[in-house]
């Protein structure tokens, strides 16, 4: 299976600090979170990985190079200064991800949980990853009936940011910018998304706050 890290936002969140380190290399207790992310992922099995690069990409491409370091393949996806949110990144990324199911792992998230999730049976779109509800948020994602991710006006769960997919989700889709929320519900209302809780660590990272909090932990 390949992943791909979705790196190219330019974390408008975690500003001020931003402003001159991009998310995915934010440190936690010394380590950026895309150093992380990587030595999951090889421990899990990947052999390769696609880093899609936008605000300050340059910096990441340099810190982690062809992925030798980390026994890894790493493949960019660059997209300079038009940077296409979560679901146009993963469609410009599709010729590099192959056929087959792929992760996918939002760069600024701090987790443990094991990879990769299931892989989507045939007639799904994709398999997601929730998470309890955490305080910061007024109300979840998602909620999980026998295993199906549904929507719920009182939704108990968070979209973690890690998912499988499979290619099939992105057709029909155009070349350009567009978030991948909108189709998540849809495919959801539609009953075409697997999922699993993982009630382990895990953090967004999106706040300095957030962040200096778990760096004092």
């Given at each position: ?131 309890p509800r955490p305080a910061h948020k007024r109300q979840g994602d998602f909620d999980l009936q026998d295993g199906r991710v549904r929507e719920s006006r009182h939704a108990a769960y968070t979209f973690s940011g890690v998912a499988v997919y ?52």
């Open positions: 299976m390949i992943a791909m890290i979705l790196a190219a936002g330019r974390g408008e969140r975690l500003r001020p600090i931003t402003e001159t380190t991009p998310k995915a290399l934010v440190e936690v207790h010394g380590r950026s979170l895309v150093d992380r992310h990587l030595d999951s992922l090889k421990a899990a099995g990947i052999e390769t990985v696609v880093i899609n690069l936008g605000w300050l990409g340059d910096q990441v491409a340099e810190r982690v190079g062809s992925g030798h370091a980390y026994g890894l393949q790493v493949i960019y996806s660059p997209e300079g200064d038009n940077i296409l949110e979560t679901g146009g990144g993963i469609l410009r990324a599709l010729p590099l991800l192959g056929d087959a199911p792929f992760l996918v792992v939002n760069a600024d998230i701090l987790t443990d949980m094991p990879l990769p999730p299931a892989a989507p049976a045939a007639s799904d779109l994709g398999h997601l990853v929730l998470v499979r290619a099939e989700f992105f057709a029909g889709r155009e070349p350009g910018r567009f978030p991948l929320a909108p189709m998540l519900k849809s495919a959801a209302r539609e009953g075409r998304l697997a999922g699993s809780l993982y009630e382990g660590l895990w953090e967004d990272v999106g706040t300095p706050e957030r962040l200096a909090a778990l760096n004092q932990s």
